[in-house]
T-cell receptor
Framework: EPEVTQTPSHQVTQMGQEVILRCVPISNHLYFYWYRQILGQKVEFLVSFYNNEISEKSEIFDDQFSVERPDGSNFTLKIRSTKLEDSAMYFC?????????????FGEGSRLTVL | QKEVEQNSGPLSVPEGAIASLNCTYSDRGSQSFFWYRQYSGKSPELIMSIYSNGDKEDGRFTAQLNKASQYVSLLIRDSQPSDSATYLCAVIGRGSSASKIIFGSGTRLSIRP
């Protein structure tokens, strides 16, 4: 069964360092997403990506964040200068159908710990 | 006003009973609605999707949608201990937010043996 894969599963970094989280969406999917979940809190929308550009982004997704689909298979989230409050689980998800329908398929997540 | 609201629980239900989970949403033009289950430390997994008013059944799960009341619910019949998890309601907005899928904060369900 096709699945979304994420690497690394856990990353520990120092405050101020750059972090890149990687995702391989399901191959025939068209919409890609990053969500984050701070421990014990809700799943928060960060950004959606379609046709090689950002479709929507939340207030959380400020200039410190960027996304890229560098090679047609990977979908990356970069945090330029991490802060303590960036510590969270980051989920990548993909969706295959038109924008108003279709279900999200999530990866297992990348846990980011900022010290 | 929160976009998707859920009672955080915990909701405790005896094994074999019906668990009822509720969700309200603020965007009247929303067209697509989903229920996800999330076990502690794991990613959300899709249980049900519903797009039209009324009921949709899949095994022990029934999703109910009332667009006039902006209300979505999930019924779990014959609750099992393995159903103990956090249940997330998710909504796709319309128009410029059509690709933005918003989650509620989740309802923690506990099935007691």
């Amino acid at each position: 069964e096709p699945e979304v894969t994420q690497t690394p599963s856990h990353q520990v970094t120092q405050m101020g360092q750059e972090v890149i989280l990687r995702c391989v969406p399901i191959s025939n999917h068209l919409y890609f997403y990053w969500y984050r979940q701070i421990l014990g809190q809700k799943v928060e929308f960060l950004v959606s990506f379609y046709n090689n550009e950002i479709s929507e982004k939340s207030e959380i997704f400020d200039d410190q964040f960027s996304v890229e689909r560098p090679d047609g298979s990977n979908f990356t989230l970069k945090i330029r200068s991490t802060k303590l409050e960036d510590s969270a689980m980051y989920f990548c998800a993909s969706k295959g159908q038109t924008s108003n329908t279709g279900e999200l398929f999530f990866g297992e997540g990348s846990r980011l710990t900022v010290l | 006003q929160k976009e998707v609201e859920q009672n955080s629980g915990p909701l405790s239900v005896p094994e074999g009973a019906i668990a009822s989970l509720n969700c309200t949403y603020s965007d009247r033009g929303s067209q697509s609605f989903f229920w996800y289950r999330q076990y502690s430390g794991k990613s959300p997994e899709l249980i049900m999707s519903i797009y039209s008013n009324g009921d949709k059944e899949d095994g022990r799960f029934t999703a109910q949608l009332n667009k006039a009341s902006q209300y979505v619910s999930l019924l779990i019949r014959d609750s099992q201990p393995s159903d103990s998890a956090t249940y997330l309601c998710a909504v796709i907005g319309r128009g410029s937010s059509a690709s933005k899928i918003i989650f509620g904060s989740g309802t923690r369900l506990s099935i007691r043996p």
